[in-house]
Structure formats: C-alpha cells, structure tokens
C-alpha cells in the first residue's frame, strides 16, 4: 500500500504503547457490565441510559472554507469542512440524471491519533463505508436540483472517536452545509442507540459500543447498535444503519425512541445555534 511521503510514518518496528497497560483477565458478561454501570440505570459517567452526552456545536471554524462546523459530544470530536460548488467531472457525466441533479461529494476520515488503533492516511474499507452512510444521510435534504452539473464537496474529520462517531459526523455536516448556505430542505440530525440484555444506552460511548457487539454465541438477546437520521420538519428518516440482531417488532419501538432523540437534539440545540448565527451575521 503506498504511503504519503509528505508526512512522518510510525517505524514499522514500533511497539504499541497499549502493550505495557496492564492486562486484565477476561471479563464475563456480568462482569463487563459492572465496569460499564453504577447501578442499573446510571453509567459510570453519572448519566442514565436514556440520557445523552453533554454537546457543544460552533460553526465558522475554518476561514478557508466556505462553510465549516465542530461538535463535541462527550469525547467525540468532529471537524468539517463545505467547499463551494465546483463542475463534476466529466468521467461522471455520461449518464442524463446525473447531471440533471448537482452531486454531493462526502469524504470520512479518522484522524490517525483519534482511537487507541492508530490508522494510516489513506481511507481504509470502513471509513469508505462510513461515507457512504453520512452521504445518504444529508442527500434527500439538499436542493440538488439547485446546482444541476455540480458537486459540494463536503469532508469530516474525525479527531477523537469515543463511541457514536457516525451521528457526531452527521450532526457536524448539517451545521457546516447550514454555514455553507447550501440550499437544503430541512437541518438533519442524528442519534445512535446501543442494545444488549434488555439494556438500551442512548449516545453510547466507545466501552458500550464494543459491549453491545460482542454478543457471545451463547446469548439469545437482541445485541447490536442503530443509527439514525431525521429531519424534523419534514417528519422524514433519511437513513438508519444497524450494526447486530434485532428482532422486528422491537426495532420499530427502537426507532421511535432514536427520532424522539433527534427531534429534541434539533429544537434544543441546532436550531437555536442556527438561528443565533443569523441574527449575529444580520447585525454585523
């Protein structure tokens, strides 16, 4: 695999700092489940299950940009970056609906530092799949037809994953197409929702992702963690990504929960930050 020689590579020598941690023995279930939990409704970050992380939204951060958003959720920090729209290349023309409709172009990326795991420069088959869900996620409310034969070129940053990394991506790139005044229908937000045992953790950190997908063979409860995106006005699901098992009629009721989540994340917090930003730029 080729490498960026524009910047400094790990020896292939190096040893991983992870190996002189301590190394615990393996951990049951129940015993997994006691470092995640106070008790059976508050995690040991004092939260409840239903609750989510603390989150602090800013947009304008770039200057080279024409519009760009950070979030922080708890530990998880997203960057992203709207570039003005640019004429899709013709290797992508040659079919009519393609350039009857503007193009959005979405680039997902986990900063090497941003995981325990350190990750190359060059995006790896997850953070390719990653993209592709933030890409059908924010599709049905952009105005395409606005900027027919162009594209936006829109790229995230992952600076430090601790867990619901896609809807932090998702609830970043709203905020920076907003900034970007990019025609769009509606603001989309985004909620993830991790489940196993009969427990649900609203905005699971990194520790209850991996919990929620080791479901062992033995173990016949739903496990796995869902992601969706909603636009509030509209009243319209965008996308939702399910990694896991989950039975059909509990997935419905799972749903519900994950767009009451995403309607209070965009009347407490999007819209409030978008609409101070434009009283701000009018009085300026």
Known sequence: MPSDSRRVQVPDVSTPYSNYCPKSAVKDCQQA???????????????KLNDARPMCLKQGVSEKAKGSAYIEQGNTKVIC??????????????????????????EFKFAPFASQIRTGWLRDSEEKELGNHLKRALEPAVCRHEFS?????????????????????INCANLA??????????????????????????DPVEEEVAYCQSLSSSEDDDSGVITLSYMSVIQQVTQVTLVGTIQQERLADHIEQLIGCCESLCTDRVQKLVVRNVIKEAEE
């Open 33 to 47: 489940l006691s470092t995640l939990l106070k008790d059976k409704s508050t995690r040991k970050d004092g939260r």
């Open 81 to 106: 970056s709207v570039f003005e729209p640019r004429e899709i290349p013709s290797s992508k023309t040659s079919l009519e609906y393609q350039r009857s409709k503007g193009e959005l172009y979405v």
């Open 149 to 169: 034969n162009f594209q936006v070129d829109l790229f995230v940053l992952v600076l430090q994953n601790d867990g619901s990394a896609l809807s932090a991506a």
């Open 177 to 202: 197409l907003v900034d970007a005044a990019i025609p769009m229908y509606d603001l989309v937000t985004s909620s993830t929702l991790a489940l196993r045992g009969g427990l649900t953790f609203i």
